[in-house]
């Protein structure tokens, strides 16, 4: 089973090129391709990315859902394996996921541990061991079977925000999902940004109103309105 590894970005060129060596590092002899779907970054990620060794890919939109959904497309591993830039990996990912599926898990996620001493971000990072929805999102990492994602017509392109969420919940009525346990390294910076309670209001806002079925694009409006992303 080889997996490709899929990160969109946008404007991530201090974080892409660390993350591809990584994970090519990690995964030698080819045991994973490297796929970066840049939304036409100015910053010169997507050469950031090239450089480090990853396979770069310019969506045709932006947005996170849609620039998976190309990258799945054009991947040629029978596992997919969606992560964030800013994400630290595990060093064992390809044998790890290749188990998990093995094992009988179409799909799954870390658990994850911010890069903070932040005693309120320790509790968080505590809470990603537990099944529920609201203990998951794309920070993890998400591993899926090529079959079952194709199966499940992908991430949903209208969800510009909670896409992750959203094709979890899908996942978990028709396969077993895995939640492997070990860490992968999660960014603070939002948090650094903004502090604990401002972001943990945020999430809990965008949960309400996904659970109440809003309109993904006033979701994504209203989060944005509550923090700062500078």
């Known amino acids: 089973m080889t997996v490709s590894v899929i990160i969109p970005t946008y404007n991530e060129a201090a974080n892409i090129g660390g993350l591809v060596r990584e994970l090519r590092r990690f995964a030698p002899n080819g045991q994973a391709e ?17 450089q480090a060794g990853a396979t770069v890919l310019l969506a045709p939109r932006p947005g996170r859902a849609a620039q998976m959904n190309f990258g799945a497309a054009q991947a040629t591993g029978d596992l997919l394996y969606f992560v964030h830039a800013d994400v630290g990996i595990h060093p064992d990912y390809v044998a790890t996921i290749r188990r998990a599926v093995a094992d009988g898990f179409e799909a799954g996620c870390y658990r994850f541990r911010f890069n903070s001493p ?42 510009v925000i909670m896409e992750d969420f959203e094709i979890i919940q899908r996942i978990r009525r028709v396969a077993a999902f895995y939640i492997v346990p070990q860490d992968v390294l999660v960014s603070a910076r939002k ?37 700062n992303y500078r």
Request: glycine share 8%.
């Open 34 to 50: 490297v796929l970066v779907v840049d939304a036409h970054s100015p910053d010169g990620t997507a050469e950031a990315a090239r």
């Open 118 to 159: 932040h005693p309120l971000l320790r509790i968080n990072s505590y809470g990603t061991r537990f099944k529920g929805i609201m203990s998951r999102g794309g920070d993890q990492t998400l591993f899926i079977t090529k079959a079952l994602f194709q199966r499940l017509g992908g991430f949903n392109e209208r969800f």
């Open 191 to 227: 948090y650094e940004t903004n502090s604990w309670l401002r972001v943990q209001l945020a999430n809990l806002t965008a949960f309400s109103m996904f659970f109440l079925k809003v309109s993904p694009a006033r979701i994504a409006r209203t989060y944005k309105a509550m923090l």
